[in-house]
């Protein structure tokens, strides 16, 4: 009924950039927020940045001035923009949106996830 896909992982050098996007699609009302969380190896999943239906976002402090979450709201799609990517930037990320669907009303829905690798 809804999907988020993602996009945008890869392998980069320490000092890149990257750009994640998550696209949210099926019986979607509405979202109420969407954002990004990572997971790297033997550490639990953890909020990277969010937005909310109106603007607000939050960033987690190890990304605060690195970092960038946008919306696109028309497309349902969130964006990630990442800058002075270091090595402990390295997890797979996580999309997650707050939506209101058709059928199930409010629900939590997560991506696939997509990697990203960052080299020394």
């Known amino acids: 009924q809804v999907q988020l896909v993602e996009s945008g992982g890869g392998l980069v050098q320490a000092g890149g950039s990257l750009r994640l996007s998550c696209a949210a699609s099926?019986?979607?009302?509405?979202?109420?927020?969407m954002g990004w969380y990572r997971q790297a190896p033997g550490k639990q999943r953890e909020l990277v940045a969010a937005i909310t239906s109106g603007g607000s976002t939050n960033y987690a402090d190890s990304v605060k001035g690195r970092f960038t979450i946008s919306r696109d709201k028309g497309k349902n799609t969130v964006y990630l923009q990442m800058n002075s990517l270091k090595p402990e930037d390295t997890a797979v990320y996580y999309c997650?949106?707050?939506?209101?669907?058709?059928?199930?009303?409010?629900?939590?829905?997560w991506g696939q996830g997509t990697q990203v690798t960052v080299s020394s």
């Open positions: 997650n949106a707050d939506l209101v669907t058709v059928i199930n009303g409010k629900v939590n829905y």
């Open positions: 099926g019986s979607i009302l509405s979202i109420n927020a």
